[in-house]
């Protein structure tokens, strides 16, 4: 079998564009020792935070995190110092680990020293915590209780992000993204919230037409956004354990051309005849087929 050269093998995944060309609204912060001890649901939550401040603005927009968001070879000083400097909000997530970890401490520090007009330190309550008898209270953590918290104690043992969670982190992300807004010149803010432009669709016959907001469905369990556009989840509950989870996708009103063309190799006669299919109204679909 002849072997590709590396440099000619054809890459299963594009590159993407650099993290630096998306605006980071927030810096997420934390103790590493909470991210290990949850098996990564901390760095799901920041995920998920992220994709749901996305989806409310319609554009791409980044929830800075130290392990996620620092590319290869670059040095993660420089990196958390540029997040601290362009996030508006800083959202740490407060547990006994946090004002025990130095690298909280002097993020959280750096933040404060910034003093700018429309930042917003939006502590998380996440794991009960007495500052009250804490021999380690100090001015970051008055700092702290100053600011209005959101209270996600009730899902500290959480090993999954289920739906209450996903609710709160949507109404978290919302009040992020205003925050954000406000703080911003009007043109960023509006270049920022801009439709991406379309990708060109892989097959010439197919057109879209711009589809409007995607807003939660009565039924769905929770939606986000990812890379391949807009998703909703159902919830199938069962007499034990946690329920099932099935993912759908959004699909836009638009046309395309069903059938194939009469030239084409091995064409079945039931391929035809060619015809416009429309679509006028979106709708969700499964992504996993079901027998």
Known sequence: MKKIPPANRPHANPPVAAASAVPTVAFFSYARSDDEHTRGVVSAIRKEIEDAVSFHNGARLTVFQDTEDIEGGEHWRKALEKALAEATIFVPLITPAFFNSEHCRDELSRFLARDDAGTLV???????????????????????????????????????????????????????????????????????????????????????????????????????????????????????????????????????????PDDEPERLSWEGPRHTVTLPEGFWLFDTACT
């Open 122 to 260: 939006l502590p998380i309550h996440f794991v009960d915590t007495d500052f009250a008898t804490s021999e380690a209270r100090d001015e970051l953590i008055a700092a702290i209780e100053e600011r209005q918290w959101l209270d996600w104690r009730r899902h500290q043992r959480q090993t999954r992000i289920n739906r209450l969670l996903r609710e709160d982190i949507h109404a978290a992300a919302q009040r992020i993204l205003k925050c954000w807004r406000a703080a911003r010149p009007t043109s960023e803010a509006q270049a920022a919230i801009a439709p991406a432009p379309r990708r060109r669709a892989s097959h010439p016959d197919h057109r879209e037409v711009p589809s409007p907001r995607i807003t939660k469905p009565a039924w769905a369990y929770g939606i986000g956004d990812d890379r391949f556009g807009p998703w909703s989840e159902i919830a199938v509950e069962r007499d034990k354990g946690e329920p099932v989870i099935q993912r759908l996708r959004w699909i836009p009103q638009g046309r395309f051309m069903m059938g194939s």
